[in-house]
T-cell receptor, first 110, second 113 residues
Framework: RKEVEQDPGPFNVPEGATVAFNCTYSNSASQSFFWYRQDCRKEPKLLMSVYSSGNEDGRFTAQLNRASQYISLLIRDSKLSDSATYLCVARSNSGYALNFGKGTSLLVTP | EPEVTQTPSHQVTQMGQEVILRCVPISNHLYFYWYRQILGQKVEFLVSFYNNEISEKSEIFDDQFSVERPDGSNFTLKIRSTKLEDSAMYFC???????????FGPGTRLLVL
């Protein structure tokens, strides 16, 4: 059973569009959640942490629903530079290992 | 901005050979990690290291793998006898404290022939 599941996409959207990614996690002991961004053949880079109260960073909004074990990422006003793979990540309270989803691919087109 | 560095960027080796992948974590960080990503697959945790010992490891991190911090700056991953299935991108990461953001290096792409 996969610990973190994401729709692989790809999501193809025009510039300026709003796009939403969803993620579910199976380990109820997971305590911390993140969205990382990975460009082709590059390292994962932290986009934002996800808090129960929801949090926003510019055009990016993340939400966490612990009851449903569901995490989301909303990107508003998409830019060409947003094209990347978005990785949903969970970490349990028993250690510091990050559990990655396989990622959702986004392509923003002119 | 401080960053994690890794060498080499690419490594090609023959099956059964030993490889050592090197990482220089961010200088004031205390926790170090290795992850791998097989082509087309998700990033997978291998091992975490703190205070000169392994603090956590995954099922992937078997007896063929070892980690070491040989001096104050380097953090290494050794694969004793490489297998074809060890071909992957290996990422080193570090964090200031255990629960803090993990910063990833650019990776070493390992190809086992």
């Amino acid at each position: 059973r996969k610990e973190v599941e994401q729709d692989p996409g790809p999501f193809n959207v025009p510039e300026g569009a709003t796009v939403a990614f969803n993620c579910t996690y199976s380990n109820s002991a997971s305590q911390s959640f993140f969205w990382y961004r990975q460009d082709c053949r590059k390292e994962p880079k932290l986009l934002m942490s996800v808090y129960s109260s929801g949090n926003e960073d510019g055009r990016f909004t993340a939400q966490l629903n612990r009851a449903s074990q569901y995490i989301s990422l909303l990107i508003r006003d998409s830019k060409l530079s947003d094209s990347a793979t978005y990785l949903c990540v969970a970490r349990s309270n028993s250690g510091y290992a990050l559990n990655f989803g396989k990622g959702t691919s986004l392509l923003v087109t002119p | 901005e401080p960053e994690v560095t890794q060498t080499p960027s690419h490594q090609v080796t023959q099956m059964g050979q030993e490889v050592i992948l090197r990482c220089v974590p961010i200088s004031n960080h205390l926790y170090f990690y290795w992850y791998r990503q097989i082509l087309g697959q998700k990033v997978e945790f291998l091992v975490s290291f703190y205070n000169n010992e392994i603090s956590e490891k995954s099922e992937i991190f078997d007896d063929q793998f070892s980690v070491e911090r040989p001096d104050g700056s380097n953090f290494t991953l050794k694969i004793r006898s490489t297998k074809l299935e060890d071909s992957a991108m290996y990422f080193c990461a570090s964090s200031g404290q255990g629960g803090e953001t993990q910063y990833f290096g650019p990776g070493t792409r390992l190809l086992v022939l």
